[in-house]
């Protein structure tokens, strides 16, 4: 599979690799592994990271976007590794850990960013597209985070792990239920192994964006104008997130600086879950809509993108 060229790679967003006010040495001599990494959040978490300091690891399911973003960070200065990997996959999630061992010797920080989700009427949900997102983001955050913290705990060595969520986790989503009771569930594993293996060293900590335009997945989840605009409108400050404000939130908890802080979820969504969800707000639309937005998925499917849940960071 070839790269893409450069001119068609995204541009990165600005704030990602600097003016963001931390000490460039700040994550010197860390690994952090990064699924979903190519692409979205995950690149722009895996560019921060290479940017203060870290070896950067990276998993997902195209192999393109990972090389793509592995020749960017080197072209950089930095050090990374990549495998294609299927989070779903408790033995593929288990060879990712195992090449940060491989390749430079210790795993510091593990991000569990792959996800999948799409809009959708729910009585039209298959049983494969729910299970599907729910495999990815639930089981598949298990399985990675299991394979890091066995090797933690054997070698007596302390670990931190990012896992992203979103804010309607705790308050449920119409049109999302896959990803709402997935990550649901990502909280609940957060805070259950934060008590668990608080006695290794072992910090376990989530973010929750709310809405931040990515490349790709943004389309597929807000497929019009008139979305984005009633998304927008639902903030109560009235704009979307950047990549650099998520950045900047999951820099401070995966580094030293967030030390004493453990089981907490933080919400980075400019209020939005206070007042709901906006995708709630899509029970208003005619069915035409949804009836559009089927066809799309169908026409995505015989393109060759197996299953709806690539709308994706993966």
Request: aromatic share 6%; with cysteine.
């Amino acid at each position: 599979m070839t790269n893409d060229p450069p001119s068609s790679r995204p541009t990165l967003p600005p704030g990602v690799r600097e003016g963001h006010g931390f000490s460039p040495s700040l994550l010197e001599g860390k690994v952090a592994l990064i699924t979903g990494g190519g692409s979205g959040l995950g690149r722009s978490m895996a560019h921060r990271f290479s940017a203060l300091g870290a070896r950067i690891v990276m998993g997902g399911r195209r192999e393109d976007v990972l090389r793509g973003t592995s020749e960017e960070l080197r072209s950089l200065g930095g050090e990374v590794a990549y495998q294609t990997t299927d989070v779903r996959d408790a033995a593929q999630a288990d060879a990712l850990v195992q090449l940060a061992y491989e390749r430079f010797g210790q795993l510091d920080i593990l991000v569990n960013n792959a996800a999948g989700n799409f809009l959708a009427r729910s009585e039209k949900l298959s049983g494969h597209a729910f299970d599907s997102v729910v495999r990815t983001v639930l089981h598949g955050t298990f399985h990675m985070t299991r394979s890091a913290a066995e090797r933690w705990i054997s070698q007596k060595r302390p670990g931190v792990v990012l896992n992203i969520s979103t804010p309607y986790a705790w308050t449920g989503a119409a049109h999302v239920v896959p990803s709402a009771a997935a990550k649901a569930g990502v909280l609940a594993l957060t805070r259950s192994l934060a008590v668990e293996w608080a006695r290794y060293r072992i910090r376990l900590n989530a973010l929750a964006p709310g809405p931040i335009p990515t490349e790709g997945a943004w389309e597929r989840l807000v497929p019009s104008e008139d979305v984005a605009r009633t998304l927008e409108e639902n903030v109560p400050m009235g704009r979307f997130g950047t990549h650099r404000e998520l950045c900047d939130l999951a820099t401070f908890l995966v580094s030293d600086a967030s030390s004493y802080i453990t089981g907490q979820v933080i919400a980075m969504d400019g209020g939005e879950w206070l007042v709901g969800s906006g995708f709630q707000l899509l029970r208003r639309v005619p069915p035409a809509f949804w009836e559009s937005l089927e066809e799309a998925h169908r026409r995505s499917r015989r393109a060759g993108s197996a299953d709806p849940s690539r709308a994706s960071r993966d």
